[in-house]
């Protein structure tokens, strides 16, 4: 099928908002929201959650005053070359550094939990997967979408499931705290990188049948990944208390490293949880690499379509190689918070000055 | 054109199935010929300054007959600064790999306990993930090296035997109270609740017997509590399983199932707390010189549960061990700052326990009120 007559349902929708969830949730979401002030942590995940549906509709809103055309394409039909400049700049930076990040996070997740000694220019393999995927168009990232999160999802709540033994509800800070110290915590602002997965999709907007409504699979995949994410951050904490959670890298493995019980047949829990979790992470790649080759072709029209993959596959695989530590990986997650906050407010702009330039049509 | 189209699609495909391969973590591959694992490992205080390891490996049976003599082990020991720093001795003289992550238990020496804590002994666990976390942990009274050197007389593999003695599903019952590391680990981190470890000591006919449970303050041990004592730990804490209890008149009784309500507050700035047992149980045996009915063994079952209850309070809050997790019920009404102070302030807390018994039933045999 021809990729740019290719029609999404919002199930297709939902499964990539479920693999992007899947894929960002888990390496560093709990460390974040668990360094966060107050004790209540089911208030900064509910407070990201309402600003991400949020932000999807605003989204969805400037998708849709173009339907047929993609996130760059409206902006550009709205704004002009400047707008296209100010959205489609920061957003390759975005994305670039997004993928990197990703894909770096899950290397050393799986050198530290896994595979101790195999050098990280094998566990970047993911990234030429994901290329290759990612040139495929969109009608390859939704259908290994369909089956990656088939095997991914199921998987992922089963093991949330058994993490629910040896749970001490005592060992949580009072349930009922109301205080919103969250919103002073730096960690909170840099937790929002789990909620822009509709950022992910500026590429995949003209293949909606009703781009308006794009925001309800996301508000949709939001809801329905909500026990799981908050079971990464609450089995940890019910489990190894407040203190000894927040001393752990990755409470959620953690967690899963204490779960012992006699009929288990699976004894490494964390293997077969990582190893799942890395086809998702597969996929948001490739679908970040799509919308990123997608926002360079906006912004260089001349640039041949393969060449572009290579480059931006090759470029990704570079820069992931160059990041020297996970603190590193901590910091940048942080300093792209402006950027990330920017781009998802930026549609408001947009839709503000749609409706200026509509009114000036109608007074003239 | 159209041929060259195919190349590409078969280049794509190649393209994903070679990282794909390169991703099955083949680098990592030790063959199981070529690890030694580790079944228990032991730690104890050298000196001063320095520990002593001792770790266990099951040997496979060779057709050949070679091998360590009749065992089916081998027990190996080395000194050093740190147990991390031990164990990477031991691996300089060891042919193969030396492997901790199939470690079923860990024994740390009681005197070590005593003096210089578990944590910082056991640091090295968390950070490396190189043993597995849910590994049972013990404390041994006695030679250790002599424990490391005997053969299990039951026959299991060694690190099976100890997780077998503490397995609810085998050998284990309340009063052996399994702890696993990332409990210790959790409680070091929790200044509201103390750990409550097994104390072994050396056993003439099995390999070790349970002498009672360490409990802890300032991650070092304290004092102990004896067997008896641990079922009050039991029942408080709802970790209760089927246990067997002789009353002062003579019957035994079995107790099915337990349910402990806790209820706590503040009487006088000190901690309030109030438990409250109900306790299902059915009749063993009955004494036949003095037949009891059944309210009266009910009552006599509360009544020394009760008393049992009012030296194990005494004893823990004399060290300001809350191995009860009182401490975690008040996390609403103390600031983060306050958590500190919560030993002291379980040392004043006024505590009672009232247990409400009930006999299901009485077995097969009647028993006459």
Same mark, same amino acid.
């Given at each position: 099928?021809?990729?740019?007559?290719?029609?999404?349902?919002?199930?297709?929708?939902?499964?990539?908002?479920?693999?992007?969830?899947?894929?960002?949730?888990?390496?560093?979401?709990?460390?974040?929201?668990?360094?966060?002030?107050?004790?209540?942590?089911?208030?900064?995940?509910?407070?990201?959650?309402?600003?991400?549906?949020?932000?999807?509709?605003?989204?969805?809103?400037?998708?849709?005053?173009?339907?047929?055309?993609?996130?760059?394409?409206?902006?550009?039909?709205?704004?002009?070359?400047?707008?296209?400049?100010?959205?489609?700049?920061?957003?390759?930076?975005?994305?670039?550094?997004?993928?990197?990040?990703?894909?770096?996070?899950?290397?050393?997740?799986?050198?530290?939990?896994?595979?101790?000694?195999?050098?990280?220019?094998?566990?970047?393999?993911?990234?030429?997967?994901?290329?290759?995927?990612?040139?495929?168009?969109?009608?390859?990232?939704?259908?290994?979408?369909?089956?990656?999160?088939?095997?991914?999802?199921?998987?992922?709540?089963?093991?949330?499931?058994?993490?629910?033994?040896?749970?001490?509800?005592?060992?949580?800070?009072?349930?009922?705290?109301?205080?919103?110290?969250?919103?002073?915590?730096?960690?909170?602002?840099?937790?929002?990188?789990?909620?822009?997965?509709?950022?992910?999709?500026?590429?995949?907007?003209?293949?909606?049948?009703?781009?308006?409504?794009?925001?309800?699979?996301?508000?949709?995949?939001?809801?329905?990944?909500?026990?799981?994410?908050?079971?990464?951050?609450?089995?940890?904490?019910?489990?190894?208390?407040?203190?000894?959670?927040?001393?752990?890298?990755?409470?959620?493995?953690?967690?899963?490293?204490?779960?012992?019980?006699?009929?288990?047949?699976?004894?490494?829990?964390?293997?077969?949880?990582?190893?799942?979790?890395?086809?998702?992470?597969?996929?948001?790649?490739?679908?970040?690499?799509?919308?990123?080759?997608?926002?360079?072709?906006?912004?260089?029209?001349?640039?041949?379509?393969?060449?572009?993959?290579?480059?931006?596959?090759?470029?990704?695989?570079?820069?992931?190689?160059?990041?020297?530590?996970?603190?590193?990986?901590?910091?940048?997650?942080?300093?792209?918070?402006?950027?990330?906050?920017?781009?998802?407010?930026?549609?408001?702009?947009?839709?503000?000055?749609?409706?200026?330039?509509?009114?000036?049509?109608?007074?003239? | 054109?159209?041929?060259?189209?195919?190349?590409?699609?078969?280049?794509?495909?190649?393209?994903?199935?070679?990282?794909?391969?390169?991703?099955?973590?083949?680098?990592?591959?030790?063959?199981?010929?070529?690890?030694?694992?580790?079944?228990?490992?032991?730690i104890a205080r050298?000196?001063d300054?320095?520990v002593?390891?001792?770790?266990?490996?099951?040997?496979?049976?060779?057709?050949?007959?070679?091998?360590?003599?009749?065992?089916?082990?081998?027990?190996?020991?080395?000194?050093?600064?740190?147990?991390?720093?031990?164990?990477?001795?031991?691996?300089?003289?060891?042919?193969?790999?030396?492997?901790?992550?199939?470690?079923?238990?860990?024994f740390v020496d009681r005197g070590l306990a005593e003096e210089k804590g578990v944590y910082d002994c056991?640091?090295?666990?968390?950070?490396?993930?190189?043993?597995?976390?849910?590994?049972?942990?013990a404390l041994i009274e006695g030679?250790m090296?002599?424990?490391?050197?005997?053969?299990?007389?039951?026959?299991?593999?060694?690190?099976?035997?100890?997780?077998?003695?503490?397995?609810?599903?085998?050998?284990?019952?309340?009063?052996?109270?399994?702890?696993?590391?990332?409990?210790v680990?959790?409680?070091?981190?929790?200044?509201?609740?103390q750990s409550?470890v097994?104390l072994?000591?050396?056993?003439?006919?099995?390999?070790?017997?349970?002498k009672g449970n360490a409990f802890f303050g300032n991650d070092k041990m304290v004092g102990w509590? *004896?067997? /008896? =004592?641990?079922?009050?730990?039991? %029942?408080?804490?709802?970790?209760?399983?089927? $246990?067997?209890?002789?009353? +002062?008149?003579?019957?035994?009784?079995?107790?099915?199932?337990?349910?402990?309500?806790?209820?706590?507050?503040?009487?006088?700035?000190?901690?309030?707390?109030?438990?409250?047992?109900?306790?299902?149980?059915?009749?063993?045996?009955?004494?036949?010189?003095?037949?009891?009915?059944?309210? *009266?063994? /009910? =009552?006599?079952?509360?009544?020394? %549960?009760?008393?049992?209850?009012?030296?194990? $309070?005494?004893?823990?809050? +004399?060290k300001?061990s809350?191995?009860?997790?009182?401490?975690?019920?008040?996390?609403?009404?103390?600031?983060?700052?306050?958590?500190?102070?919560?030993?002291?302030?379980?040392?004043?807390?006024?505590?009672?326990?009232?247990?409400?018994?009930?006999?299901?039933?009485?077995?097969?045999?009647?028993?006459?009120?």
């Amino acid at each position: 099928m021809n990729d740019s007559k290719l029609r999404l349902s919002d199930a297709q929708y939902f499964i990539l908002q479920l693999a992007v969830f899947g894929a960002t949730s888990y390496f560093l979401y709990p460390y974040l929201i668990l360094h966060t002030d107050g004790g209540s942590y089911w208030m900064p995940i509910a407070t990201g959650l309402l600003a991400g549906i949020l932000g999807a509709r605003l989204f969805s809103g400037m998708m849709a005053q173009y339907p047929g055309l993609d996130a760059f394409a409206s902006v550009k039909r709205v704004l002009g070359w400047p707008g296209l400049l100010l959205f489609a700049l920061p957003y390759s930076w975005y994305a670039w550094r997004a993928m990197t990040m990703i894909a770096r996070a899950h290397a050393e997740i799986v050198s530290m939990t896994i595979l101790h000694t195999t050098p990280l220019w094998i566990l970047h393999c993911t990234i030429p997967i994901a290329t290759l995927l990612a040139a495929g168009g969109v009608a390859s990232i939704a259908r290994a979408a369909a089956v990656f999160v088939m095997v991914g999802i199921p998987v992922t709540v089963g093991i949330t499931l058994l993490g629910l033994s040896n749970l001490d509800f005592t060992l949580h800070e009072p349930w009922r705290a109301t205080d919103f110290s969250f919103l002073g915590s730096k960690t909170f602002y840099t937790s929002s990188f789990v909620w822009v997965g509709f950022l992910y999709l500026c590429s995949c907007g003209h293949h909606a049948r009703s781009p308006g409504k794009l925001w309800r699979p996301y508000a949709v995949a939001a809801l329905c990944f909500f026990p799981a994410l908050a079971g990464a951050i609450y089995l940890p904490v019910l489990t190894f208390g407040v203190g000894f959670a927040k001393a752990l890298t990755f409470p959620f493995l953690s967690k899963l490293d204490s779960i012992s019980h006699y009929w288990l047949v699976v004894e490494n829990l964390t293997a077969v949880f990582v190893s799942v979790v890395i086809l998702l992470v597969i996929l948001t790649l490739s679908l970040l690499l799509h919308s990123l080759v997608s926002a360079l072709r906006a912004l260089l029209p001349f640039l041949p379509s393969r060449f572009s993959y290579i480059a931006v596959g090759a470029g990704t695989y570079v820069s992931a190689q160059l990041i020297p530590s996970w603190e590193w990986i901590e910091k940048g997650i942080w300093a792209d918070t402006p950027v990330r906050i920017y781009l998802v407010l930026f549609p408001s702009v947009v839709w503000l000055w749609s409706r200026l330039a509509s009114g000036r049509r109608q007074r003239a | 054109m159209k041929g060259r189209k195919k190349l590409m699609r078969w280049l794509a495909v190649l393209g994903m199935l070679v990282p794909l391969s390169l991703l099955q973590g083949c680098w990592d591959i030790r063959d199981i010929d070529n690890r030694m694992l580790v079944a228990v490992l032991g730690i104890a205080r050298e000196d001063d300054q320095g520990v002593k390891i001792w770790v266990r490996f099951p040997l496979p049976h060779s057709p050949l007959g070679i091998g360590n003599g009749d065992k089916d082990f081998l027990t190996a020991s080395q000194r050093g600064d740190t147990a991390s720093d031990a164990l990477d001795k031991l691996r300089a003289r060891m042919p193969k790999y030396l492997d901790l992550s199939q470690t079923r238990g860990i024994f740390v020496d009681r005197g070590l306990a005593e003096e210089k804590g578990v944590y910082d002994c056991l640091d090295f666990v968390v950070r490396d993930r190189m043993l597995p976390i849910n590994a049972i942990l013990a404390l041994i009274e006695g030679d250790m090296g002599q424990l490391f050197q005997r053969p299990n007389p039951s026959g299991e593999l060694s690190g099976v035997y100890t997780r077998l003695f503490f397995e609810n599903y085998a050998g284990g019952t309340p009063q052996k109270n399994k702890v696993a590391l990332w409990e210790v680990f959790s409680r070091h981190y929790n200044p509201l609740q103390q750990s409550l470890v097994p104390l072994l000591v050396k056993d003439e006919s099995f390999q070790f017997n349970l002498k009672g449970n360490a409990f802890f303050g300032n991650d070092k041990m304290v004092g102990w509590l *004896t067997p /008896e =004592e641990t079922l009050i730990y039991e %029942l408080v804490a709802d970790r209760m399983s089927p $246990f067997e209890i002789e009353t +002062a008149g003579g019957a035994n009784v079995k107790v099915e199932a337990s349910r402990a309500q806790i209820r706590t507050g503040w009487a006088s700035g000190k901690p309030d707390i109030r438990i409250r047992i109900r306790v299902t149980m059915k009749l063993m045996d009955s004494s036949h010189a003095s037949p009891m009915s059944t309210r *009266t063994i /009910e =009552e006599e079952v509360n009544k020394l %549960l009760e008393e049992r209850a009012v030296r194990v $309070f005494a004893k823990t809050q +004399a060290k300001g061990s809350d191995v009860f997790g009182f401490g975690n019920r008040y996390r609403s009404s103390l600031t983060a700052g306050q958590y500190k102070e919560w030993a002291d302030l379980y040392k004043r807390a006024s505590i009672t326990l009232k247990v409400e018994s009930n006999m299901r039933n009485v077995g097969l045999k009647l028993l006459r009120d």
